[in-house]
């Protein structure tokens, strides 16, 4: 089976077949001014460390020798303002990826007074990552307040049919353009996100054009609760039609849909055989629930076979091969979940979503590299797995792809024929009663007023992702520090008296057993003495919170990672002779409402004093993911509310 790019590149060599002969492409297009002017920067960024004045993209889709070959170009321009835009940019790093060939590079550096530097080829030195990409890397001479630092580089790679080019970075930029030129029986189309234009192709002669322009981009924002890159502006292209051909629609969802079902459904008779004989092993019954049957199936494949990102290996994705050698590249892996699925008569659809962090599903635009997360969905539980998320468990799915849309292959069959049909839904998350992050603490005090508490720390659901996994994984060694990391009163490693560990197995998930960390601790620092009378920083308990306490207007919309609660309950008992002289502090109300009235995020501290016992709750509750800028006052009231308790202090006087 092959990823969705290696289909793309697939289809491509069998469609896109070059209909002339030529050599190799015209480079003049990287040719620079000879006696560059330096530039003037508009006023608006007089107090930028450093503005991209020029930020061009050029790709070209050529006819060469038999082929189809895609030729990209970038060509920057930046001024350079202070020591901050020098450090920036007097070093550039250029990646080159597998597939790509570098055709050229030429870097060089305009100087206040106008004279040019020009970096030479030599000194251009080009390492190996580990992730298997070139990183062509060089400085440039003589950067300073006032100088432009310019470089072009273009390189070649075989055809693409959807692509993706960012336009907004961490400086602003002056002038954008993307151009996309292609012969004329390719049609491509553009869509620009967050502020970039769409922009329809026109065609001159035997070339197609579609030319997109932007000026005056702001630099990215950084704000706490955001997914940058997917507020980015950017533009999007893919192939859409061969206007010789019959004017059909390319590339649809639809056209994905039919495709996995045919890599992975399509089996022989021997690897069906091979399921057959893994269902019995690992103890699937025909006559288990549903449920059963899902839970036993994924923890068989998670905890037995291994997964790798890529095996060099023919058999790879052969279903016997992956059974018999415990291993799998993902799309080999998602072959066997699939086929134990049909086999065992689970009910399913396998999808693929986009990682939400980057990219949006676009219902109306195809573009099918951004779906890089495969997942099933089972229509009878209304549930999601992530079958190569490794250290999660159904019901739980991913965060990456929480709230997104994702493409999913519904089977039909009518007769003996079996097909696919695209259906795209949203991945809905667990309910907000499912994720909790908890604590219980009881605070007492000895004669010298010293402070000692039991605290309980609870996880539940997506809240206990990347907790659990490192409690499995991490040496036994390492777990005290770990827990310490958790334990916030135990300012040091002799301040944790004792803990435990409850409900770290990963199968927990499949009921939601929370895991629990449990611990006893000296914090003396939660009590200062302030003449006749004791500070107690109640607060501290349930540690550091964020905050959104800034004052510059909010640019980017609210997205958290999953929706959760977090209930506190502190237990204080009070030592004789004293009593809390301003426990109306504890008391703190936030909450956001949507325009229907319904509570999509809140915080609530109250408290009561029985006795000696003084009984503290708090109740926050995020039930969204996403919050719309025009919400982002309210859903900060509810952050800020959790922050503020935080810097709760108790007076403790006498009687």
């Known amino acids: ?15 896109l077949t070059a209909q002339t002969a030529r050599g190799q492409v015209d480079l003049s297009i990287e040719n620079w001014e000879e006696k560059p002017v330096l530039h003037k920067v508009p006023d608006a960024y007089a107090g930028e460390s450093a503005v991209i004045l020029e930020d061009m993209t050029n ?3 050529m006819d060469e020798f038999k082929d189809v070959v895609m030729y990209k170009t970038y060509h920057r321009i930046i001024k350079v303002l202070d020591d901050k835009g020098i450090e920036s940019f007097n070093k550039i790093s250029l990646p080159v990826y597998n597939g790509q060939t570098l055709q050229l590079i030429r870097a060089r550096t305009i100087l206040a007074n106008g004279t040019v530097i020009e970096v030479p080829k030599e000194k251009m030195k080009e390492t190996q990552q580990e992730d298997g990409t070139t990183q062509v890397a060089f400085a440039m001479d003589g950067v300073e307040k006032g100088s432009e630092v310019e470089f072009i580089y273009c390189y070649r790679r075989g055809v693409v049919l959807f692509g993706e080019e960012k336009i907004q970075f961490g400086t602003p930029v002056v002038h954008a353009i993307l151009e996309i030129s292609s012969p004329a029986r390719l049609k491509f189309e553009e869509k620009g996100y967050n502020g970039f234009p769409t922009v329809r192709d026109t065609l001159t002669g035997d070339t197609r054009t579609i030319k997109a322009e932007c000026s005056y981009i702001p630099a990215t924002a950084e704000e706490g609760y955001s997914f940058g890159d997917v507020n980015r502006m950017r533009a999007e292209y893919k192939l859409s039609y061969f206007p010789e051909k019959e004017e059909i629609r ?31 092993s690992i103890g699937v019954d025909a006559n288990e629930k549903e449920e059963d049957k899902i839970k036993k199936i994924e923890s068989a494949i998670k905890t037995g076979i291994t997964l790798y990102r890529e095996i060099k290996d023919e058999d790879a994705n052969n279903l016997e091969h992956v059974i018999d050698n415990k291993s799998a590249t993902e799309s080999g892996l998602v072959r066997l979940y699939s086929a134990c699925f049909l086999k065992a008569g689970v009910k399913h659809e396998v999808g693929l979503a986009p990682d939400r962090h980057e990219h949006v599903f676009d219902d109306d635009f195809e573009n099918w590299n951004n779906l890089e997360n495969y997942l099933y969905y089972f229509p009878d539980q209304k549930k999601f797995l992530s079958p190569s998320a490794i250290y999660i468990r159904y019901p739980f799915e991913s965060t990456d792809v929480l709230n997104s849309k994702g493409l999913f292959c519904k089977l039909t069959t009518l007769g003996d024929i079996t097909d696919a049909v695209a259906d795209i839904r949203t991945v809905q998350p667990q309910p907000v009663t499912e994720s909790r992050n908890d604590i219980t603490a009881d605070v007492s005090f000895n004669g010298d007023m010293e402070a000692t508490a039991n605290v309980s720390y609870i996880f539940k659901g997506y809240c206990a992702m990347g907790m659990r996994e490192a409690f499995i994984l991490l040496p036994k060694e390492k777990i005290k520090e770990m827990v310490q990391n958790i334990a916030v009163l135990a300012q040091k490693p002799e301040y944790l008296l004792n803990y435990t560990v409850a409900g770290d197995a990963f199968d927990a998930y499949n009921d939601n057993k929370p895991l629990i960390v449990s611990t006893s601790v000296k914090a003396a620092q939660l009590v200062e003495k302030a ?3 004791y500070l107690f920083k109640i607060g501290d308990v349930i540690g550091r919170q964020s905050e959104l306490y800034e004052k510059d207007k909010r640019k980017l919309p609210v997205d958290m990672d999953f929706p959760h609660s977090e209930n506190r309950n502190i237990t204080v008992t009070i030592p004789d002779g004293y009593k809390i002289l301003n426990p109306e502090a504890i008391n703190i109300t936030a909450e956001f409402k949507d325009a229907n009235g319904n509570v999509g995020a809140s915080f609530y501290s109250t408290y009561k004093i029985e006795g000696n016992k003084l009984t503290v709750n708090i109740a ?16 900060r009231k509810v952050i800020n509310a959790s922050a503020d308790f935080n810097k709760v202090t108790l007076l403790m006087g006498k009687i």
């Open 59 to 61: 790709i070209r889709y």
């Open 1 to 15: 089976m092959m990823t969705m790019k290696q289909v793309a590149i697939y289809m491509a060599a069998l469609l």
């Open 531 to 533: 003449g006749p009378k």
């Open 620 to 635: 926050e509750t995020y039930s969204q993911v996403h919050y719309e800028i025009a919400d982002f006052e309210a859903f």
């Open 250 to 280: 390319q590339y649809t969802w639809q056209d994905l849909a039919k495709k996995l079902y045919s890599n992975i459904y399509e089996v022989s008779d021997k690897e069906e055989k091979a399921v057959k004989k893994y269902l019995e």
